[in-house]
């Protein structure tokens, strides 16, 4: 009888320990500079279109450390892009006048103004890194 217990409690381990395996938690990692210098506290979003005139589809977010290093957790596979805004007075808003903002793959030094599209599937991406930031006014 206790054999039947152990192997029973096994075959439940078995059973749900499989669909634990399947299922894999991918994060997007990288650095939020300015002009060389690391920006702490950024506003880093994950978004699926890089047209903001119509407002952002918002699919999830980080804050950048002191050290401008940011880690976004648990992302859904797909295609995004990644934007930073440096909130100037903190009030969770985005003020055109004194906020600024940036996106993966625009590095205006080598002219290059179209942000990279990144694509999460089953493996972390790290040195998703944002270099500049600029203002839109």
């Known amino acids: 009888m206790k054999d039947y217990y152990i192997f029973f409690g096994m075959l439940i381990l078995f059973v749900f320990g499989c669909?634990?395996?399947?299922?894999?938690?991918?994060?997007?990692?990288?650095?939020?500079?300015?002009?060389?210098?690391?920006?702490?506290?950024?506003?880093v979003l994950?978004?699926?279109?890089?047209?903001?005139?119509?407002?952002?589809?918002?699919?999830s977010g980080s804050i950048s450390n002191s050290?401008?290093?940011?880690?976004?957790?648990?992302?859904?596979?797909g295609d995004y892009y990644v934007l930073a805004i440096d909130d100037k007075n903190d009030n969770l808003q985005f003020d055109s006048d004194i906020d600024q903002l940036g996106f993966y793959g625009v590095n205006p030094d080598?002219?290059?103004?179209?942000?990279?599209?990144?694509?999460?599937?089953?493996?972390?991406?790290?040195?998703?890194?944002?270099?500049?930031?600029?203002?839109?006014?």
């Not at 994950?46 to 699919?59: K, Q, R």
């Not at 942000?115 to 991406?125: F, G, Q």
């Open 46 to 59: 994950l978004v699926e279109s890089a047209d903001i005139s119509d407002g952002l589809n918002l699919a």
């Open 110 to 137: 080598d002219l290059d103004f179209l942000p990279n599209k990144i694509s999460v599937e089953d493996t972390d991406l790290e040195g998703i890194n944002i270099v500049d930031l600029y203002s839109l006014e």
């Open 19 to 43: 669909d634990l395996l399947d299922e894999k938690i991918i994060d997007i990692s990288g650095k939020i500079t300015d002009e060389g210098s690391a920006v702490s506290s950024a506003i």
């Open 67 to 77: 050290a401008g290093k940011y880690t976004i957790q648990d992302v859904d596979p």
